[in-house]
């Protein structure tokens, strides 16, 4: 018999992933992987990675570059508001360091002006329109729950990356076992 424990290993910490267990059945976090921007005793907050929008920057934003941007949907807190994590550093000013050469924010007008100037940037910086988020404890209740596992260790290029459509199976299967047999099963077991 095959041990379903979705137990995590990891201790979470600005710069884990987060892997939604494959039947979580929520809206925005079903087979989701999640970058942690922050993470310590008050709360948590990140960006859904391998969720998207469908929607162009450019007729948003007014003076935007018309580069076509997969645009993420970070999460279902202030999604009025558009992130952005990047790995330009001190090119920016008002960064905040997250982890392994990202970071996020900054001033807005410097990066159009960035992307304007060389578009060849677009691929170090990632959109979201809203981010996820957890008050004190509620992460740790959900862990305990075995919503999520935790993974670090994931390279700048991984987060960074919006063309990968099987982000959540990718590394399910990296975690190997009884997670990569996990990638298989349907999202809604009853349709087995």
């Keep these: 018999m095959i041990d379903f424990d979705f137990t995590t290993y990891e201790l979470p910490q600005k710069g884990s992933v987060l892997i939604s267990e494959p039947f979580l059945s929520d809206d925005y976090f079903t087979r989701s992987v999640v970058y942690l921007c922050d993470h310590n005793e008050d709360g948590s907050f990140g960006f859904i990675l391998n969720k998207f929008v469908d929607t162009n ?3 948003m934003i007014k003076g935007f570059p018309s580069i076509d941007f997969h645009v993420s949907a970070g999460g279902p807190v202030d999604q009025g508001n558009l992130f952005y ?3 330009f550093g001190d090119q920016l000013q008002n960064t905040y360091p997250v982890t392994n050469g990202l970071f ?3 001033d807005f007008e410097q990066v159009k002006s960035m992307i304007t100037r060389l578009p060849g940037k677009a691929k170090r910086i990632r959109f979201f329109i809203g981010y996820s988020g957890w008050d004190k404890g509620q992460l740790e209740a959900e862990l305990k729950e075995k919503s999520w596992v935790v993974l670090n260790g994931i390279n700048k290029e991984t987060i960074l990356n919006t063309e990968n459509d099987h982000l959540w199976k990718d590394l399910m299967s990296r975690l190997g ?3 990569k047999l996990m990638t298989r099963f349907p999202k809604n077991p009853s349709d087995n």
């Design 57 to 59: 920057l450019s007729k």
């Design 85 to 87: 994590i990047h790995d």
């Design 104 to 106: 996020i924010g900054g």
């Design 177 to 179: 076992g009884k997670f």
